[in-house]
């Protein structure tokens, strides 16, 4: 969160001042990402992007504080993937041939990359084995910081109905938490 310098920040980010829009993108890119990789596996920095847009030409337009922006930023996101699903399902993907990627060079360091991934990516392939109305209360309320009232708002459910998923998800994760650990400490003890 940036806090209490986020108006002069937006609206310098709306002023077209690079710098400003960099604080913000790098304020919720990450969660961004968690959001719509869950959502959308193998399509979140597509759609990431297509959300970064669409801010970038509504940003003028937008009026509220710092949670109504986190908001707005993953409402946006939320039509972003439910748009590319309806397109898919229409049309499928086309796949793109291995041969057309091998010459592109990565953008940046992949391992160093993929060691700051490694517990980000664990944390939401378990949430990706919830029912899917869960998964998305838990990556709203806990990836992107959303209340309980904007989760309610973005998803159309009622904020009692978003409580109960976000309780039942929790309760299963912890669950199957506590079964690897249970099964961590019988290997343990076969391994002794």
């Not at 990706?128 to 998305?136: G, K, N």
């Amino acid at each position: 969160m940036i806090g209490a310098s986020f108006a002069p920040v937006l609206q310098a980010a709306v002023a077209g001042d690079e710098l400003a829009f960099g604080l913000l993108w790098r304020d919720l890119q990450p969660g961004l990402l968690r959001y719509l990789n869950a959502l959308a596996p193998g399509a979140g920095e597509d759609l990431a992007s297509e959300t970064w847009l669409r801010i970038i030409r509504g940003l003028g337009r937008f009026r509220g504080d710092e949670p109504a922006f986190r908001a707005w930023v993953f409402t946006v996101a939320r039509h972003r993937a439910i748009d590319r699903w309806r397109r898919n399902v229409r049309r499928g993907d086309e796949p793109v041939p291995l041969d057309a990627l091998i010459d592109r060079p990565a953008p940046d360091d992949p391992a160093g990359a993929a060691l700051d991934a490694i517990s980000s990516r664990a944390a939401v392939a378990l949430i990706a084995t919830l029912p899917p109305d869960q998964a998305e209360v838990v990556l709203l309320r806990v990836v992107a910081g959303l209340d309980v009232a904007d989760v309610a708002a973005l998803t159309g459910k009622r904020p009692g109905n978003v409580r109960v998923l976000a309780h039942r998800a929790l309760r299963r994760l912890a669950e199957q938490l506590g079964e690897g650990a249970r099964v961590r400490g019988e290997v343990a003890a076969v391994d002794r």
